[in-house]
């Protein structure tokens, strides 16, 4: 079965930093998302991406956060300036197709640690 | 947005028992998703099932799209079967339930 890639595994940054997390889709896919979860909660959308533009956000994708498709196989998020509260798992997903409920394939995760 | 909720929260099984997890969800969907997350916080695909029923080995789900619920049934469980087990439906994003928590003990 094809896979979402995510690097790095594990980061850890001291509160203030910028960080950004990088995904890698299936090649065919159209639609992006990120997700996240903290640690023992359930898993939180945080922004879709369609078309080289958000399609969709929460309201935990403040100003804090940016997303981006700087060439035509990765997928960025960018955290400008961290808060302890942003330690938790971020999952990209990418789904293919021309439907956008289609099956999301999950990225194996990034683990952010805010120190 | 829609909401989903699963139960039991917590399931503990003897080895080689079967179990039924259910998945509510408060309004009609065009995908519905059960995964599993491993010790090493992954999200593994289990189904994509909308409506219908599928099996894969031990696993198999089904979806009463019209009822609104899912379940994932489990079948004779084995120690890897532990994790917490996610629903999630699409409205115009995956809304994911709280999980149940499974532990089979040997």
């Known amino acids: 079965e094809p896979e979402v890639t995510q690097t790095p595994s594990h980061q850890v940054t001291q509160m203030g930093q910028e960080v950004i997390l990088r995904c890698v889709p299936i090649?065919?896919?159209?639609?992006f998302y990120w997700y996240r979860q903290i640690l023992g909660q359930k898993v939180e959308f945080l922004v879709s991406?369609?078309?080289?533009?958000?399609?969709?956000k929460s309201e935990i994708f403040d100003d804090q956060f940016s997303v981006e498709r700087p060439d035509g196989s990765n997928f960025t998020l960018k955290i400008r300036s961290t808060k302890l509260e942003d330690s938790a798992m971020y999952f990209c997903?990418?789904?293919?197709?021309?439907?956008?409920?289609?099956?999301?394939?999950f990225g194996p995760g990034t683990r952010l640690t805010v120190t | 947005g829609i909401q989903v909720e699963q139960s039991p929260p917590d399931l503990i099984l003897q080895e080689g028992a079967n179990s039924t997890l259910r998945c509510n969800f408060s309004?009609?969907?065009?995908?519905l998703q059960w995964f599993h997350q491993n010790p090493w916080g992954q999200l593994i695909n289990l189904f994509y099932?909308?409506?219908g029923t599928k099996q894969n080995g031990r696993l198999s789900a089904t979806t009463v799209a019209t009822e609104r619920y899912s379940l994932l049934y489990i079948s004779s469980s084995q120690t890897t079967d532990s994790g917490v087990y996610f629903c999630?439906?699409?409205?115009?994003?995956?809304?994911f339930g709280a999980g149940t928590t499974v532990t089979v003990r040997a």
């Open positions: 997903a990418s789904s293919g197709g021309s439907q956008r409920e289609g099956k999301q394939y």
């Open positions: 090649s065919n896919h159209l639609y």
């Open positions: 991406f369609y078309n080289n533009e958000i399609s969709e």
């Open positions: 309004d009609s969907v065009n995908n």
């Open positions: 099932i909308p409506s």
């Open positions: 999630a439906a699409y409205d115009y994003k995956l809304s």
